[in-house]
């Protein structure tokens, strides 16, 4: 398993505002995965991305893929102080039965 | 759905004793569960990958005499700390997955403080 590697390391922008998050990886990948940690808690499910997918949406979440960059951002849109939280992301080989590597992630923080 | 449930939520204990967290899924079968570390401010550091009716998987500087994984069964995995000292301190969190192949997110439980005096 390899893992991904956030910037920033900390975001802090004010409520409305759109955040914007990259990771960056170094070998082939079956997907990306991104995940959403509060403080305290365990981590969530946000969005999955093959590898042949470019764009991903999920409400005001929006995920690209760059495979020839070996890149990925995460796009939050219109944000809410409930959007605080660590962001991270896991490059998944497909292959390891789930076994996800993560880094050091992002840290958002919206300021109402 | 793709509930995991991980008791308990936060524990305390003396040094030298044993200390047991259980993951579990709610609604569904989990044949695969990963346990995980992390330190405050830093990221998930992941400790075994835990086989329902086989060995655990060890990542690389875990002691697996000190770190007791058991899935005995699709919805349970347990982690003992044995014989934990302050440097144990930390939370622990578990995952699972549904199906352990392609394309399958992780669920994690809340995670488990454990503090060592």
């Known amino acids: 398993s390899q893992q991904g590697e956030e910037d920033p390391q900390a975001l802090s922008i004010q409520e409305g505002e759109n955040a914007t998050m990259n990771c960056s990886y170094k070998t082939s990948i079956n997907n990306l995965q991104w995940y959403r940690q509060n403080s305290g808690r365990g981590l969530v499910h946000l969005i999955l991305?093959?590898?042949?997918?470019r764009e991903k949406h999920s409400g005001r979440l929006r995920v690209t893929l760059d495979t020839s960059k070996k890149s990925s951002s995460l796009l939050i849109t219109a944000s809410r102080a409930a959007d605080t939280a660590s962001y991270f992301c896991a490059p998944s080989l497909g292959n390891q039965g789930g076994k996800l590597i993560f880094g050091q992630g992002t840290e958002l923080s919206v300021k109402p | 759905g793709a509930v995991v449930s991980q008791h308990p939520s936060w524990v305390i204990c003396k040094s030298g004793t044993s200390v047991k967290i259980e993951c579990r899924s709610l609604d569904f079968q989990a044949t695969t569960m990963f346990w995980y570390r992390q330190f405050p401010k830093q990221s998930l550091m992941l400790m075994a990958t835990?086989?329902?009716?086989?060995?655990?998987?060890?990542e690389q500087g875990v002691e697996k005499d000190k770190f007791l994984i058991n899935h005995a069964s699709l919805t349970l995995s347990t982690l003992t700390v044995t014989s934990a000292h302050p440097e144990d301190s930390s939370f622990y969190i578990c995952s699972a997955t549904m199906a352990a192949g392609y394309n399958s997110p992780l669920h994690f439980g809340n995670g488990t403080r454990l503090t060592v005096t």
């Open positions: 991305i093959r590898s042949n997918e």
């Open positions: 835990s086989n329902e009716g086989s060995k655990a998987t060890y």
